[in-house]
C-alpha cells in the first residue's frame, strides 16, 4: 500500500528517530508519539492503516494502550515492539488483540517485512463485501475476504490472524489438523513461542463462536485441533 499510514508509538527519542526516518524512506506516512496517553487521543478509527507499538510507554503502557485500541477498531493490524521477550509477555500482548510480537533489538529489514504483510492483506480485504468470499458456519456467516464474522444482527471485524485460522480450520471441518500444519499454514512457521500463540488465538476464536454452542473446536492432546458443528436434531 502506497503511502500507507502508520502510528508507531516509542519512548526511546533516538529509535523512534531512526525507524521513523527508515519508514518514511520506504513510503509510509509516519506519526509517531512518545507516550500511551497521546497515542490513545491521537488514535481515530480508520486514520491509521497500521500501528507499532512499544510495550514500555510512559502515561500509559502498550498493552492497555492496545487493549484501548481494540475497543475502538478491532481490525486495525496492531504490531509491538518491546524489550520485554519472556513468552508470558508475547503471549499477553497477542489476548490483548495485537497480531505479531517483534523483540527488540530488530532490525528494519525484519519490521518492514511484517509491515508489508500486513497491508497487502489489508490491501486484499478493503472494499470486500460478505458475498466476495462467505460461507455459513454454524449460525454464523464468515467472511474470509471481508474478515467479518456475522451472527443475526451482531457484525464482527476479525483480526487478520483470526480470519486465517478460522478459515484454515473450516476448510478441515472434522479433521484433526496436526498443530504443526496449522502453524505452517497461518504463521508460516512452528517454532515454540508461535505453537504458544496458536493457543492464545483458538480461545479466541472459541469466544467468537460462542454464540452457537453447536460449533466445536476441540484440543486433540498432543496432536492439534479439530474445528466441528453438530447437527440440529429439531
Given at each position: ?142 467472511s ?69 454452542p ?20 429439531e
Open positions: 500500500m502506497k503511502n500507507a499510514r502508520i502510528l508507531y508509538v516509542e519512548d526511546d527519542v533516538t529509535l523512534s528517530f531512526v525507524t521513523r526516518d527508515n519508514l518514511e524512506r520506504s513510503g509510509y506516512v509516519v506519526d509517531s508519539c512518545e507516550d500511551g496517553l497521546q497515542a490513545s487521543e491521537k488514535f481515530v478509527p480508520g486514520k491509521y492503516d497500521l500501528l507499532i507499538l512499544d510495550v514500555m510507554l510512559p502515561k500509559m503502557d502498550g498493552y492497555t494502550l492496545a487493549k484501548k485500541i481494540r475497543e475502538k477498531d478491532e481490525s486495525v493490524p496492531i504490531l509491538f515492539l518491546s524489550a520485554k521477550s519472556t513468552k508470558d509477555d508475547k503471549i499477553l500482548g497477542l489476548q490483548l488483540g495485537a497480531d505479531d510480537y517483534i523483540t527488540k533489538p530488530f532490525s528494519i529489514e525484519e519490521l518492514i517485512l511484517k509491515i508489508e504483510v500486513f497491508l497487502k492483506r489489508r490491501s486484499i480485504d478493503h472494499g470486500n463485501t460478505m458475498q466476495a468470499d462467505s460461507f455459513r458456519i454454524g449460525r454464523f456467516m464468515f474470509s475476504s471481508g474478515r467479518q464474522l456475522i451472527l443475526d444482527d451482531l457484525k464482527q471485524t476479525l483480526t487478520y490472524r483470526e480470519s486465517e485460522l478460522i478459515t484454515y480450520l473450516f476448510r478441515n471441518l472434522n479433521k484433526v489438523v496436526k498443530r504443526e500444519e496449522i502453524l505452517m499454514a497461518v504463521w508460516g512457521n512452528d517454532n515454540y513461542l508461535i505453537s504458544r500463540s496458536l493457543d492464545v488465538f483458538i480461545s479466541r476464536l472459541r469466544k467468537l463462536f460462542r454464540g452457537d453447536s460449533i466445536k473446536i476441540e484440543n486433540i492432546h498432543n496432536i492439534g485441533y479439530r474445528m466441528s458443528i453438530t447437527e440440529s436434531r
